[in-house]
């Protein structure tokens, strides 16, 4: 950031784009993060992740009336809170023994999941693929967190990328925003996917490029591959630290908790009391977590959500040894059970 030409940003940015957003940005999208983009026509940008979604779903219901959204449990609270918002239909993809239909639109953090860090496998991908591809359903893949494992064993092929290689005329979204891994206050978002698709969120976005000057930014920050490679790896480098800190503080409980988590999260089990309650009582010992009920679509009070991105390794650490009192059982129930 201190060696950023703001003068450059600001002249590239100072007037209106094309609606579909900054050409610099789709143009260095496509060269250097497409998965199945091969022209700067295949792409569009919104404000953020979330503005995407919000498209792709009012787009959808436009082609598909009866829509429903398919998500893959835990999913990311923001994509069940807009599906209610415009009254869509939601199901978990555990509940349909791998069959879809064609008013189905699956959404899908397919790397490093918020809430739980979880990377599907390659396996679990094709699969969900051949389900979209065989009964002809809507995809819209949130890649948020995709570049935080461009150079780690967690890359695996995208499901766009094989759903569109499969059926070319497929409804299929990847949504790459770059909040989590560049700039979280641009509020930037290049979307990809089929020409069926993007044409049919462009029926519903009606700006005059969203945000040149947050696209030039984001532009300048990622056009040089080595300094976003080491900013890539400081990010690691501080999530890597941060969950160290978080697994040492378990160990160090009476009953060490089984935490599974990666990327931005750790998805800890609130076996004892509700999850919506454990939240509660953190708040009261000086601990900041998310209730894990709202990422299920049975708002199920199982989990709570930590992150360990923004605070130092020792607070964090600090904070996962005050949450004992807060999720474990009460020490007569420890007695009876030991």
């Not at 462009?202 to 700006?207: A, E, G, I, N, S």
Request: proline letters at 5%; glycine letters at 6%.
């Amino acid at each position: 950031m201190e060696s950023l030409d703001a003068g450059a940003v600001l002249r590239r940015g100072f007037n209106y784009s094309s609606p579909a957003g900054l050409d610099d940005l789709r143009e260095l999208f496509v060269d250097r993060f497409a998965t199945c983009a091969v022209h700067v026509d295949d792409t569009l940008v919104t404000g953020g992740a979330l503005g995407a979604l919000d498209l792709a779903l009012r787009a959808l219901l436009r082609d598909r009336p009866a829509a429903r959204l398919v998500v893959l449990e835990p999913t990311y609270r923001e994509a069940l809170g807009i599906a209610k918002a415009i009254g869509l239909p939601v199901v978990a993809w555990s509940k349909l023994a791998g069959v879809l239909s064609r008013d189905d639109v699956v959404y899908v953090v397919s790397t490093f999941n918020n809430p739980d860090g979880r990377t599907i496998s390659a396996a679990e991908r094709d699969n969900l693929a051949a389900a979209i591809v065989e009964a002809d359903a809507a995809l819209i893949e949130d890649a948020a967190y995709d570049l935080l494992a461009a150079v780690s064993a967690d890359q695996v092929p995208g499901v766009c990328a094989t759903v569109t290689q499969r059926r070319g005329n497929a409804w299929a979204l990847r949504l790459m925003s770059f909040s989590k891994t560049v700039v979280p206050g641009a509020r930037v978002c290049v979307v990809e996917g089929s020409a069926r698709a993007l044409a049919a969120m462009r029926t519903v976005k009606f700006d005059f490029g969203t945000s040149p000057v947050a696209c030039a930014l984001v532009a300048e920050l990622v056009r040089d591959p080595r300094t976003l490679d080491r900013h890539l790896a400081l990010i690691r480098e501080r999530l890597g630290r941060g969950r160290a800190a978080a697994d040492q503080a378990f160990r160090a409980w009476d009953r060490p908790p089984s935490v599974v988590g990666a990327g931005y999260f750790l998805w800890l089990p609130s076996s004892h009391v509700s999850s919506t309650e454990a939240a509660v009582r953190a708040t009261a010992v000086g601990v900041r977590v998310s209730d894990g009920a709202p990422f299920f679509v049975d708002h199920r009070p199982t989990h709570l959500r930590l992150s360990v991105a923004w605070e130092p390794a020792e607070r964090i650490h600090e904070a996962c040894l005050r949450l004992e009192e807060s999720v474990a059982a009460p020490k007569n129930l420890l007695e009876e059970t030991s």
